[in-house]
């Protein structure tokens, strides 16, 4: 495969504490493909660097707006204005603004993320640089053009996260990250890639695995991102109601709008 010339920049955001796990080798196979693919790449390793993941006073080394009552969000949106975030939050804020691309490397926690990611969406993506209230949300969030993607493992067989699985769809349990955190700060979400149970998977599969993953990267720039409902369905001045007239047309159709937004009907395929 010819190399691709860019002056892109791709951030690996890492949850993982075993440096000999999966996740490490996916992480190693981005950071490879990658670079062949021409991007200049950095790696955030959360656990490496005992990123704290609570959010605290210490978080901020200026003065508070209001030193009685901690109001983080408001606190964490003037520390990004005044450059007072802590130094640990301001060096991924800095990373999230030079990429173009960001990978979330993670294994999947009670369908969720680690908490250690969890508080790196909450310190990191703030108001005011990821995001604004009322007018710069979902696909017009501050984070607009920039493209995200999860990487995951799974402790639990593909059957097993399906719609007749009894974990259930696993698209229905990466929603609040890809629509409620990444689409929600304006991110182009793309298809996530899921590795359905690696512990239990053969030694040559999961090299195929690896394979797969890093010519999936190489061709990135060429997907589609996924189609989410456009925040401009919505009426920001009933508290983002869906606007009558977007959904008497959505009610035509015999299958929902998306995961979130089912309207009581079939859900979509995302896969």
Not at 37 to 48: I, T
Not at 51 to 77: I, M, Q
Not at 171 to 192: A, K
């Amino acid at each position: 495969m010819a190399l691709r010339t860019t002056s892109k920049t791709a951030l690996i955001v890492y949850a993982h504490q075993e440096p000999k796990s999966f996740n490490a080798a996916l992480k190693d196979a981005a950071v490879n493909s990658l670079e062949k693919a021409g991007y200049s790449v950095e790696v955030s390793d959360l656990y490496a660097q005992g990123f704290d993941p609570r959010a605290t006073v210490d978080d901020f080394t200026g003065t508070l707006s209001n030193p009685n009552h901690l109001r983080y969000n408001e606190e964490a949106k003037n520390a990004y204005k005044t450059s007072t975030m802590c130094a640990q939050t301001k060096a991924e804020v800095e990373k999230v603004r030079r990429a173009d691309v960001i990978v979330f490397q993670f294994p999947v926690y009670w369908l969720s993320v680690p908490a250690i990611l969890k508080g790196w969406f909450d310190k990191v993506l703030v108001a005011g640089f990821a995001f604004d209230f009322p007018n710069h949300l979902y696909d017009n969030g501050l984070l607009k053009g920039k493209k995200a993607i999860l990487s995951v493992t799974t402790g639990s067989t593909e059957i097993m996260n399906s719609d007749r699985g009894v974990s259930g769809d696993i698209n229905i349990s990466l929603w609040p990250i890809q629509y409620g955190t990444l689409r929600f700060c304006g991110f182009d979400v793309m298809r996530p890639h899921i590795c359905f149970c690696p512990g239990y998977t053969p030694d040559d599969r999961r090299k195929e695995i690896l394979e797969e993953w890093k010519n999936r990267l190489q061709d990135l720039h060429t997907e589609t991102p996924i189609d989410f409902v456009s925040v401009n369905n919505f009426d920001p001045e009933k508290w983002f109601i869906m606007k009558e007239d977007c959904l008497e047309e959505a009610l035509k159709s015999d299958t929902a709008l998306s995961v979130g937004h089912h309207l009581g009907k079939k859900l979509p395929s995302v896969k």
